[in-house]
Every structure is written in structure tokens, then in C-alpha cells.
């Protein structure tokens, strides 16, 4: 995907989010559109910086990368839903373009991506990021409702029962 498709998908991510979060349709809900927006932009484009420096889809497209920013809000109280951008971007290129990312960079360079992408000059590659999309909100819904809720990171009744249940 291009520039323009991941903003695309961080602004409709933000808007369907903020929904899932705060489904009332208030004040509430708008506030918590705003408070996503920027960070899912930004966690949008910052794989794409490698562009700039190394090898694109390479050195910022790759699970070190997603796990970094995955661990930044528990190290630094901030920035709690910019991981989210950078996964889907990653979903997006993987999924939504032909070239595919190298997940396991720097251990290799192999791309994986699935065969049923576009080129990112095609005409379809909007349909293509907003159908997307839908289907990482559903997965992030799936996620909110039935496994961790995204506003405080507390896992939900049942993850905590099976999180109890381990022989640790």
C-alpha cells in the first residue's frame, strides 16, 4: 500500500475504534476518535520511514519492530494505540499489496504476503484498503469484547479464568 492507503486505513480505524470503545455515539465516542486518531496516523506511517534509510519492507516492517512499540506504553505510559497502526500496516502490506514484508527481518529476507493483493497504482487499491479495514475492526471488536479490553489492558473474564487455570 501507499502513503495514501495507509493514511486511509488509520482514519477509518480511528473512527470504527472509537465506536467500539465508546459505542454510545456521544461526546464520549467523538472524543475517543480524536484521542486515536493521531497515534494510529503515526503508528500508520512509521514503517514507511525505512524508505529514508535500509531496506524498505525490510528493517521497519518486521515483528522486532511491532514488538517494540507493543512494549512502549509499558515502559512509557504513552502512546498506548500506536502499535495498532504499525500492525496494520503491516496487515495491509501483507495482505493488500503483491510485494509482501520480511516479518522475520533481520534473521531473513524473505517477504511474506498473500497472493491476492494489489499493486498500489491499481484502481482498486482503495476498495481493497477500506475492505481491509472492516476486517481488522471486526478482529479488533473480537479482541475488545471477548479478550482484552483495549482501554485499560485488563484481560476479560474468561482469558483471566484461563490465565488462572495454568500451571505455573
Known amino acids: 500500500m501507499n502513503k495514501k492507503g495507509h493514511v486511509l486505513n488509520a482514519i477509518l480505524l480511528a473512527i470504527g475504534l472509537g465506536y467500539v470503545l465508546q459505542p454510545t455515539g456521544d461526546v464520549e465516542t467523538f472524543v475517543t476518535i480524536a484521542e486515536l486518531f493521531v497515534p494510529l496516523v503515526l503508528g500508520a506511517l512509521f514503517p514507511d520511514v525505512d524508505t529514508a534509510f535500509g531496506k524498505h519492507r525490510k528493517t521497519l516492517h518486521n515483528l522486532p519492530v511491532l514488538a517494540v512499540f507493543l512494549a512502549y506504553p509499558i515502559y512509557f505510559g504513552n502512546l498506548r494505540f500506536v502499535w495498532i497502526g504499525v500492525l496494520t ?3 495491509l502490506d501483507v495482505v493488500g499489496s503483491k510485494r509482501g514484508i520480511a516479518l522475520f527481518y533481520p534473521l531473513t529476507k524473505t517477504e511474506y504476503g498473500l497472493p ?3 499493486t498500489t497504482s491499481s484502481k482498486y487499491a482503495d476498495a481493497f484498503t477500506v475492505a481491509i479495514t472492516l476486517g481488522e475492526l471486526a478482529v ?5 469484547f471477548f479478550v482484552v479490553d483495549l482501554n485499560t489492558g485488563a484481560p476479560r473474564e474468561a482469558v483471566a479464568a484461563l490465565i488462572a487455570g495454568l500451571p505455573i
Open 140 to 144: 479488533l471488536a473480537a479482541v475488545q
Open 89 to 91: 500496516h503491516y496487515v
Open 116 to 118: 491476492v493483493g494489489v
